[in-house]
């Protein structure tokens, strides 16, 4: 199975702040990966796909990029809706597999 | 509006039975790969299974932890798709999600979009 490994697992930050999240693969998935926010009680929300593509209605402060098997989530200023539990998942091999999720806070 | 609704949680005993339902609306139900993923209470994501559209065979995947004792099936004439859980053990107890995302062609686009979930609990 691919391991996808997510850092950190849980993050402080500030409104205004430009804040990363990364998740590592175990070997190589291209770019089949997707981001998804998922705020508490709530179901998970598609924010990123194909490792960059901005997902319909989702606001361009939120950027995906890749480097290899690194791959990385950008908010560019935090807003206070940002303040969610963000997951990556690679969608290249099964099993599907997430990561274990970044928990971000408010500072 | 996309929609996708999920029925049929509930409380059942270790080695039980369980059918979640998840209708759809809104969009071409027929022309998505459906996924179901679940989550622990208090845990991250955990996908469960996948069944692709028509034009490949509705064909399945599973996670290991549930191959064999979980079925993946889809109506497309009803925009339905189904989890058939059999032999549920506590560690199956999740809020599980239904998620779609359009193929054609061999080749996916856009992201997925979710259900909001229902509550499984596995318990005596």
């Known amino acids: 199975d691919i391991q996808m490994t997510q850092s950190p697992s849980s993050l402080s930050a500030s409104i205004g702040d430009r804040v990363t999240i990364t998740c590592r693969a175990s070997?190589?998935?291209?770019?089949?990966l997707a981001w998804y926010q998922q705020k508490p009680g709530e179901a998970p929300k598609s924010l990123i796909y194909?490792?960059?593509d901005l997902q319909s209605g989702v606001p361009l402060r939120f950027s995906g990029s890749r480097s290899g098997t690194d791959f990385t989530l950008t908010i560019s200023s935090l807003q206070p809706e940002d303040f969610a539990t963000y997951y990556c998942?690679?969608?290249?091999?099964?099993?599907?597999?997430f990561g274990g999720g970044t928990k971000m806070e408010i500072k | 509006e996309v929609q996708l609704v999920e029925s049929g949680g509930g409380l059942v005993q270790p080695g039980g039975s369980l059918r979640l339902s998840c209708a759809g609306s809104?969009?071409?139900?027929?022309?998505?790969?459906m996924d179901w993923v679940r989550q622990a209470p208090g845990k991250g994501l955990e996908w469960v299974g996948r069944?692709?559209?028509?034009?490949?065979?509705?064909?399945?995947e599973y996670v290991a932890s549930v191959k064999g004792r979980f079925t993946v099936s889809r109506d497309d004439s009803k925009n339905s798709l189904y989890l058939q859980m059999n032999n549920l053990k506590t560690e199956d107890t999740a809020v599980y999600y239904c998620?779609?995302?359009?193929?054609?062609?061999?080749?996916?686009?856009?992201?997925?979009?979710w259900g909001q979930g229902v509550l499984v609990t596995v318990s005596s």
């Open positions: 998620a779609g995302r359009f193929c054609t062609g061999g080749s996916c686009y856009g992201g997925h979009f």
């Open positions: 998942q690679q969608h290249h091999a099964y099993p599907l597999t």
């Open positions: 194909d490792a960059s």
């Open positions: 069944i692709r559209d028509r034009a490949n065979s509705y064909s399945t």
């Open positions: 809104g969009f071409t139900f027929s022309d998505h790969y």
């Open positions: 070997q190589d998935i291209t770019n089949h």
